[in-house]
């Protein structure tokens, strides 16, 4: 059994895709890929039986319910995977020696805040799914010290369904958008978290007395959907004319922070990496869009 395999769940969504694209040609691990149809892990059954045959060392959950509107009907669903999943594989990295790496989200913050969010800044969320998220990484800080929590914001790709394919195929289809200005955070491209996490693995197998704990990753800059929406349009030459709106003009069923910016400096001093400007991974995530189609 290879002593350096690496388990990494929800591998469908648009992170675990970017995850497993960034570790292709790693050889060092052996990964493990799964999503909901080969573990279910709010289960202990199933998460019990998988590490039992499998033992990783290493894992990475980027499985997670991300309907934040839905969320405010759908709770049980949203708990069972959000706080329930974490809980669990919080327990059997525990019993079988793992390390767990969690991903969590600015949700978890009241909106409220005029300076970057640090680690140690005191959760509040506004909605439902900000709610589940706090209580998955509760879980996992309260049974598992092996344990990492990686915070993002305004994630996209190329893959699954996101604000940037969105504002793609209706900048196609439409004259005219309004798209909200004052929420404020920075747009943070999965492949650039993926190298993050892929940093966390390489630093965990090869130095002792990792660091636990709390990070922020997103990329650099900060800005509002308003001014992601423009950006978009502009580096795909499209000639939809985006207008400005308030949130109160776009009422939504689940409230949203108007404030989500992260501080990075913990995980860039950690991990000791540079990370990209949000408008700089942008017009690279675009490309790879074009040359897909």
């Known amino acids: 059994m290879n002593i350096n395999t690496i388990l990494v769940t929800g591998v469908n969504g648009q992170l675990g895709r970017k995850v497993k694209e960034v570790f292709a040609q790693e050889t060092?691990?052996?990964?493990?890929?799964?999503?909901?149809?080969?573990?279910?892990?709010?289960?202990?059954?199933?998460?019990?039986?998988?590490?039992?045959?499998?033992?990783?060392?290493?894992?990475?959950?980027?499985?997670?319910?991300?309907?934040?509107?839905?969320?405010?009907?759908?709770?049980?669903?949203?708990?069972r995977i959000n706080e329930k999943g974490p809980l669990v594989l919080a327990e059997k990295c525990k019993s079988y020696e793992a390390f767990l790496l969690h991903i969590s989200t600015d949700y978890v913050f009241d909106g409220q805040a005029f300076m970057p969010y640090t680690e140690n800044h005191p959760t509040k969320p506004v909605n439902f799914y900000g709610k589940t998220k706090v209580l998955g990484e509760e879980a996992i800080q309260k049974t598992h010290d092996q344990s990492a929590i990686i915070r993002t914001a305004w994630l996209y790709s190329e893959h699954g369904n996101n604000f940037v394919k969105t504002m793609l195929r209706l900048g196609a289809e439409r004259q005219k958008l309004g798209v909200i200005d004052d929420q404020v955070g920075t747009p943070t491209y999965a492949g650039d978290l993926a190298?993050?996490?892929?940093?966390?693995?390489?630093?965990?197998?090869?130095?002792?007395?990792?660091?636990?704990?709390?990070?922020?990753?997103?990329?650099?800059?900060?800005?509002?959907?308003?001014?992601?929406?423009?950006?978009?349009?502009?580096?795909?030459?499209?000639?939809?004319?985006?207008?400005?709106?308030?949130?109160?003009?776009?009422?939504t069923p689940a409230k949203r922070p108007h404030y989500s910016i992260l501080n990075k400096r913990k995980i860039k001093d950690q991990l000791q990496i540079s990370i990209p400007h949000w408008e700089d991974s942008l017009a690279k995530c675009l490309k790879l869009l074009q040359n897909k189609q």
Request: charged share 25%; net charge negative; proline share 4%.
């Open 195 to 251: 190298e993050a996490i892929k940093a966390f693995a390489v630093n965990y197998f090869s130095i002792n007395n990792f660091a636990r704990g709390i990070y922020h990753f997103t990329n650099e800059g900060a800005c509002s959907w308003f001014d992601f929406a423009l950006k978009i349009q502009k580096l795909a030459n499209n000639s939809v004319i985006v207008n400005p709106i308030p949130t109160t003009d776009y009422p």
């Open 28 to 79: 060092t691990f052996n990964m493990i890929y799964t999503d909901v149809d080969e573990l279910d892990i709010a289960s202990r059954k199933a998460v019990e039986k998988f590490f039992d045959t499998y033992r990783p060392k290493f894992v990475i959950n980027c499985a997670a319910y991300t309907a934040v509107d839905k969320a405010e009907e759908e709770k049980e669903t949203a708990l």
